[in-house]
């Protein structure tokens, strides 16, 4: 009998609370999924363009100055006017090791084929360019020479930020760019990778690639990238 008086006042007191506090609930679940949804969204958001960063003297760098300096160059990819540049620092923590397994070391994250966009030592973007098939970038580098010929900030196959506008912006000051730079920091641009599509039946090339070689050709007129309103 007491068990049963309970379950009523139990049912009961639900049943008032519900009664008096229902919309409180329900506006909390709903706030709770809007919270859950923004989160989702930002967190799974596509990355407009990615560089990775390969240098012997990265813990000199400012990487969010970097990002700053290059947020306004990063084209919108999917038109949702809000900019993900993703800078990562995919150089090997042991500082120490001769240049070549330097290199090899980092080769992994060099051949990840959403990368299109490299920061480099000079140094370490030639010998990477003269590393064996498997050790090296198979699609290899647009010759940037070859495109801006007149441009006193190219420097071979890519963009010296050293000596160009961008390096106050990046946070190198002359004497660090003396002391750790002197051969030069390359922005770099990888050739189209291509991948094998079922629907067309043959290789394409893969996304990315223009939004990057955009932002390649930005920087180096000093034009920012053009949005949309």
């Known amino acids: 009998m007491k068990k049963e ?19 409180f609930i329900v506006f909390g679940v709903l706030a709770l999924g809007v919270v859950v949804f923004l989160l989702v969204d930002y967190l799974v958001k596509p990355v407009d363009v990615k560089i990775v960063v390969l240098s012997r003297n990265e813990a000199v760098l400012d990487f969010s100055k970097i990002h700053e300096a290059l947020i306004d ?30 290199v090899s070391s980092a080769i992994s994250s060099l051949q990840d084929p959403e990368t299109y966009l490299y920061l480099m030592d000079s140094e370490l973007f030639d010998l990477l360019e003269k590393q064996p098939v498997g050790q090296n970038i198979p699609e290899g580098f647009i010759n ?57 039946g043959g290789e394409v090339e893969k996304t990315g690639y223009f939004e990057a070689d955009a932002m390649m050709r930005f920087v180096a007129r000093g034009t920012p990238a053009k949005r949309m309103d």
Do not use: C
């Open 144 to 200: 940037f020479s070859a495109e801006s010929p007149n441009n006193p900030y190219v420097k071979g196959k890519g963009y010296n930020v050293i000596g160009s506008p961008f390096q106050e912006s990046f946070g190198i000051s002359d004497e660090l760019a003396e002391n750790y730079f002197k051969s030069g920091l390359l922005l770099v641009l990888r050739a189209p990778v291509m991948e094998y599509d079922l629907e067309v």
């Open 5 to 23: 008086i309970s379950n009523v006042n139990l049912k009961s007191h639900v049943s008032n609370f519900w009664y008096y506090h229902w919309k």
């Open 73 to 102: 160059y990063t084209p919108d990819r999917n038109g949702d006017k809000i900019i993900n540049l993703e800078i990562r620092n995919v150089s090997p923590s042991n500082g120490e090791l001769p240049d070549e397994e330097f």
